[in-house]
């Protein structure tokens, strides 16, 4: 069983587009992450979430749109699509531990590709 | 300069050579260090971690924080053609916190 999936693995769309992309997790974790990791391999973090609220905004374009209709599910939606868009999108869970470390497990990646 | 620093290489080495896997890094509020491994076209995955300075052991794999030096490593003994693949140090104050990453370092063991 995929404990992490994301949905698509692979996309391809041109600019101006708008696109989401679907991630859930079935480890129970209390906590959904997403990544980017760009043409260099250099993964790093957009969005967190815990119990479906936002913890973690980094500096991101407010064209990407994160969405958690429940825990278990953490959507990505990204309006107008711009070439630099074009990477590796990671989403991740964790389960939050305020006593010691909480591995985060990642999905497969959807390889995003803007024409 | 970015928070956690790593040589990407490519880093290529005959099997059952000893790696040396290196990150530096800025913020001396990172606890939690940690070493996950990339295959081509998969998500990371996590290997070892370890909470402030020290050791760690797991089977052929090493690791080592030095906070004092603010430097990371990670050993891979006896190196097998399956190790080959992105090495990735990430670090994080605490639980619950979103992960910092190096740039992964590429392995590549020949047989």
């Known amino acids: 069983d995929t404990a992490v999936s994301q949905t698509p693995k692979y996309l391809v769309t041109q600019m101006g587009n708008d696109k989401s992309i679907k991630c859930e997790q079935n480890l129970g974790h209390d906590t959904m992450y997403w990544y980017k990791q760009d043409s260099k391999k250099f993964l790093k973090i957009m969005f967190s979430y815990n119990n479906k609220e936002l913890i973690i905004n980094e500096t991101v374009p407010n064209r990407f749109s994160p969405k958690s209709p429940d825990k278990a599910h953490l959507n990505l939606h990204i309006n107008s699509l711009e070439l630099g868009d074009s990477a590796v999108y990671f989403c991740?869970?964790?389960?939050?531990?305020?006593?010691?470390?909480?591995?985060?497990?990642f999905g497969q990646g959807t390889r995003l590709t803007v024409v | 300069q970015k928070e956690v620093e790593q040589d990407p290489g490519p880093l290529s080495v005959p099997e059952g050579a000893i790696v040396s896997l290196n990150c530096t890094y800025s913020?001396?509020?990172?606890?939690?260090f940690m070493w996950y491994r990339q295959y081509s076209r998969k998500g990371p995955e996590l290997l070892m971690y370890t909470y402030s300075s020290g050791n760690k052991e797991d089977g052929r794999f090493t690791a080592q924080v030095d906070k004092s030096s603010k430097y990371i490593s990670l050993f891979i003994r006896d190196s097998q053609p399956s190790d080959s693949a992105t090495y990735l140090c990430?670090?994080?104050?605490?639980?619950?916190?979103?992960?910092?990453f190096g740039k992964g370092t590429s392995l590549l063991v020949t047989p």
């Open positions: 913020n001396s509020a990172f606890q939690y």
């Open positions: 991740a869970s964790s389960q939050g531990n305020p006593w010691g470390f909480a591995e985060a497990f």
């Open positions: 990430a670090m994080s104050p605490g639980a619950g916190y979103a992960l910092n």
